[in-house]
C-alpha cells in the first residue's frame, strides 16, 4: 500500500517478479483493492494475498506501525517474516515506518547494535555500496565497524565478488585525516579481516576504486540526496539545452540510444531498493517513486538476501570480531 | 607558483584580470620564471613582480610556508596582504598551506573563531554558496553560526541579492531532524537575524531553495568531492556513448552547442575559486587545475571582497551578535 504509485506497480512488479525468478510472493495489503489489480493477472502461481486494514501514510510518524496503526501493511509484513511466513519483506512506503517496523518486529541481529540502510550507486566502472544512508545519525566507531562487515556481505552477493575494497568516507586518504570519528573508526577498520582498503574520499564514491563506503547515516544520507538532485539538475538543464534549436532536437533524435543507455546506467530501479541491514530477515526500502521494474527487482534482491543467508553470516562475523576482542582484552589484562 | 599549470597559467589569468578590471596584480613568485611568462605581454600597466625563492610543493605539509619555506609564495603573499601592500591574494597551490599562510599571517576577524572554505556550486536556476567545504572538521554550533554569517555577506556580494536564504544541512526538514549538532545550531541559527530558512537536505543544494548552505567542513567536502566526480563520470559515460556508433557521433556533432552549454553552466571557473573567510583581508583559494579563465575571475572576487569590505561587515556582525549574547546572559543572570 506505499509508494507514490501504489498499489497499481507494486502488485505489477510482484507479478513480474513470479514470473521471472523462482519466488513466492504474499501481497500485504487492503485485500479487495489488491485482488482488483491482481484481476489482469494471466495466472496468480505463487502469489498469496494476505489482507492489512490500515495504510500507514508519509505524514505518519516512523513509529505508527508500533503504536496507532499495528494492523498497517508494513507492520504485518514485518508480522510475516518474524512468524517465519516470509524470509523477507519489500517495502515503497513510509521508510521510518518499514525501518521501524522491521527493527522492532523482526528484531536485530545477535551482536549488531543498530541497522544501516545501504545504497547501491552507480560508478565509473561498476556499482558502489554506501551505507548508512540515514538509518543513523551520530554513529560510533564499533558502529561504523558493523555497517563494514554487513556491507561487505551484502557486496559480496550483489556485486558477486569475494573480497569486496571496503572503504571509511573521509577526507584525505591517509590514515591520520578525516574527523574524530573516521580516525578512530580507521585503526578499529584495520582489526576487521575485511579487505579494508583506508580511507575513500568524496570522489572515491563515484570512481570505481572502492566497492563499500561506510560513513554515518547522516552523511550518507545528505551524500545520497544530493547526488540525486544533481543528477536531475544535470538531466533538466541538458534537456533544456537540447531543445533549444532544430539541429539540436535533431542532433538528440539520433544521439537518443545514448541518452537511453546513460539513463539505463545510472538507473535506480535495476537494483530496486536499499536493504536495511542488521535486522533478522530480509527487509529491503524502496524508493518512494518506485515502478514496477524497480519492485521486480527489489524481490529479486529480497531473494536473494534469504537465499545467501546474509544475515547469519553476518552475525558470524561479528560474534567472531566481539571474541577476538574478547581475547585480545583478557591477553591485556593478564 | 602553484598549480597544475603554474605558471603559465596563473601569469595569463592575472594579464587577462589588468585587461579587463581596474585592479593592480603583483605577481609573486621565482622572478625570472615570472619575467619570462609576462614577456609576451603588450603591457605591463598594473602588474608588478614581487621575488619569492621557495616554492610549496603538493607534497609539502600545510605548516611549510610557516616553517621550513618561509620565502615561499604563499607565504610572501599573506605577508604582502597582512602587511597592506595588497587587499587580498589568490593561489591555486597547495590549499591547506595557503589557509595556513592565511591565517597564521594574516590573522583572524575579531570574533570568528575558524576561518571556512565557501564553494559556489551551480543549482537548477542559479548558483548555491556551500561552506565550509573542508577548513575544518568537528564544527561546533557556534562555528556554523559563523559560517552562517560569512556566507551571508559573501553571498549578496556574489550573487548580488540582499537577504540570501541560509539553510542549515541536515536530514529532514523540520526542525527536530538530523543530528545533536544540527539541532543545536539550528536554535542558533535562528536568534542571527539573518534569512535562516531552516535545515537543507542535501537536493537543496542543487534545487535552487537556498543560496547559502552551512555545514561542516567533513561533509561539506565530502559533498564537494563526491559532486565532482559525480559530474566526470557523468561526462564521461555520455562522451562513451555518444561515440558508440556513426548516427550518434553526428547527433553529438548537431548538439554540440547544448552540450557546450551545459558545460558552461557547470564550470567551476567561472567563480575563480572559493573564499577562505574569516581571515582579515581576502584570500581566494582556486582549484590546482586552474586555467587562465578561472585565476582572472578569481581575481575579480578578489577585488569585489576588498572593495565590498567583506570582512568588516562579518567582523561588525559577527560583534553584534557577541554584544546581544552578552546582553541576554546579563539579564538572564538579573
Redesign the interface.
Known amino acids: 500500500m506505499g509508494g507514490d504509485h501504489a498499489p497499481h506497480e507494486i502488485v505489477k512488479g510482484a507479478l513480474l517478479a513470479v514470473s521471472e525468478y523462482p519466488v513466492e510472493v504474499i501481497l500485504v495489503g487492503q485485500e479487495e483493492v489488491v485482488r482488483k489489480e491482481l484481476a489482469v493477472a494471466e495466472s496468480l502461481r505463487n502469489i498469496e494475498v494476505v489482507d492489512a486494514r490500515e495504510v500507514v501514510e508519509m505524514e505518519d510518524t516512523a513509529l505508527a506501525p508500533l503504536r496507532r496503526k499495528r494492523n498497517s501493511s508494513v507492520r504485518v509484513c514485518a508480522n510475516l517474516v518474524s512468524e517465519g511466513r516470509a524470509d523477507a519483506f519489500v517495502s515503497a512506503g513510509n521508510t521510518g515506518a518499514t525501518w521501524t517496523s522491521a527493527r522492532a518486529v523482526m528484531g536485530m541481529i545477535e551482536g549488531v547494535s543498530r541497522p544501516a540502510l545501504a545504497a547501491i550507486l552507480?560508478?565509473?566502472n561498476d556499482h558502489t555500496l554506501l551505507l548508512d544512508v540515514?538509518a543513523n545519525?551520530?554513529a560510533k566507531p564499533n558502529h561504523l565497524r558493523e555497517f563494514a562487515v554487513m556491507g561487505h556481505f551484502y557486496a559480496q552477493m550483489v556485486f558477486g565478488i569475494e573480497a569486496p575494497r571496503v572503504g571509511l568516507?573521509?577526507?584525505g586518504e591517509e590514515e591520520g585525516k578525516?574527523?574524530?570519528l573516521t580516525k578512530e573508526t580507521f585503526r578499529v577498520l584495520k582489526e576487521t579481516g575485511l579487505n579494508f582498503v583506508g580511507n575513500a574520499?568524496?570522489?572515491?564514491?563515484?570512481?570505481g576504486n572502492v566497492d563499500v563506503v561506510v560513513?554515518d547515516?547522516?552523511?550518507g544520507?545528505?551524500?545520497?540526496?544530493?547526488?540525486?538532485?544533481?543528477?536531475?539538475?544535470?538531466s533538466?538543464?541538458?534537456k533544456g539545452?537540447?531543445t533549444?534549436?532544430l539541429?539540436?532536437k535533431?542532433?538528440?533524435?539520433?544521439?537518443?540510444?545514448?541518452?537511453d543507455?546513460?539513463k539505463k546506467?545510472?538507473d535506480y530501479s535495476e537494483y530496486g531498493g536499499a536493504p536495511l541491514l542488521g535486522v533478522k530477515g530480509g527487509c529491503i526500502v524502496c524508493h518512494g517513486r518506485s515502478n514496477a521494474k524497480a519492485i521486480k527487482n527489489a524481490i529479486r534482491i529480497a531473494r536473494g538476501f534469504a537465499m545467501n543467508r546474509i544475515d547469519e553470516k553476518i552475525q558470524t562475523k561479528i560474534t567472531d570480531l566481539h571474541a577476538r576482542e574478547h581475547d585480545s582484552s583478557v591477553l591485556a589484562r593478564q
Chains 1, 2 share one sequence.
Open positions: 552507480p560508478n565509473a540515514g545519525v551520530d568516507l573521509s577526507i578525516g574527523n574524530e574520499e568524496g570522489r572515491d564514491i563515484y570512481n560513513c547515516g547522516f552523511i544520507n545528505v551524500v545520497l540526496k544530493a547526488s540525486e538532485a544533481l543528477g536531475e539538475m544535470v533538466g538543464l541538458l539545452e537540447m533549444r534549436s539541429p539540436r535533431v542532433g538528440a533524435l539520433l544521439a537518443k540510444g545514448a541518452f543507455g546513460l546506467r545510472m
